[in-house]
């Protein structure tokens, strides 16, 4: 693995930004394609403009919840293409969305069932970045799939889990439950935003007990070194359970309403 896919000496091409790059400009094909099928002209005609609100409102909301979590000395060290926390950028990018479908005329509900599924889809192109990169790394592990990173930006020269691989998995695994079998049973409008929410957020909250790059938990022992996993539930857990917890009532007040 290594950070840089290609390096011309005045031109370097970094793994993180192009995956990232890659899952959008995929995400967004796709989304145009489910438009088209569901009949969402109004959604088809803003779309490019949703792209610029939602890429803003992700920049802003992942760099800001990371300067936040960070220490002054990881922001004077940290490139600018580093340190960004997914939550953050949803945090931002759900009302940023939601202002911007109702002032384009967007139908909401289904325009943000649309839209979620390709949350897991572009993340999951997202954590391949990291995996490239060598940062959001994994704890100490001896097993079989364990990596070594060499030149990655987290921790290299010892055995981690791969645990950004494990994400890919887990959210490329929701979004082909999304996109092929749930998204064709014809849903009552924000099901499917809500059983995302639930998904990724319970998908979260399993895979950051892998994680070696958490150094503070939110609650609990606050003392684990680079390497070693959480010794008590960290934001992004908590963050996931509450993801879990609004798609859980969402879903239940669309069953009461009889809907679902």
């Not at 400009?25 to 989304?31: F, P």
């Not at 645990?163 to 999304?178: D, G, H, K, M, S």
């Not at 895979?207 to 022992?221: I, K, P, Q």
Request: aromatic content about 12%.
């Amino acid at each position: 693995m290594s950070p840089v896919l290609l390096d011309l000496g005045f031109f370097k091409l970094y793994g993180y930004g192009s995956m990232i790059a890659l899952g959008v400009l995929l995400s967004s094909v796709l989304a145009v394609v489910a438009a088209r099928q569901q009949r969402l002209p109004r959604f088809e005609a803003a779309f490019p403009w949703l792209v610029l609100v939602i890429a803003s409102a992700a920049f802003v909301g992942g760099k800001g919840l990371w300067w936040i979590m960070s220490t002054a000395a990881e922001r004077s060290s940290t490139t600018v293409g580093a340190g960004f926390v997914y939550y953050g950028a949803i945090l931002a990018v759900v009302p940023a969305t939601i202002f911007a479908l109702k002032a384009f005329g967007v139908p909401l509900l289904p325009a943000m069932d649309l839209l979620g599924m390709f949350l897991p889809f572009t993340h999951a192109f997202g954590r391949l970045g990291c995996f490239l990169a060598g940062c959001c790394y994994g704890c100490h592990s001896d097993s079989a799939i364990a990596v070594r990173f060499t030149e990655g930006i987290g921790l290299n020269g010892v055995l981690l889990h791969p645990v950004q691989l494990y994400e890919t998995v887990a959210n490329f695994c929701i979004f082909a439950l999304l996109w092929f079998w749930l998204r064709k049973r014809q849903l009552p409008g924000g099901a499917l935003f809500a059983i995302t929410l639930l998904l990724t957020g319970a998908s979260r909250c399993v895979t950051e007990f892998f994680r070696g790059d958490v150094v503070s938990a939110l609650w609990g022992n606050r003392t684990a070194a680079p390497g070693e996993a959480p010794n008590g539930i960290t934001q992004a857990q908590a963050i996931g359970a509450c993801a879990m917890a609004v798609g859980i009532i969402w879903l239940i007040r669309l069953r009461r309403k009889k809907v679902v």
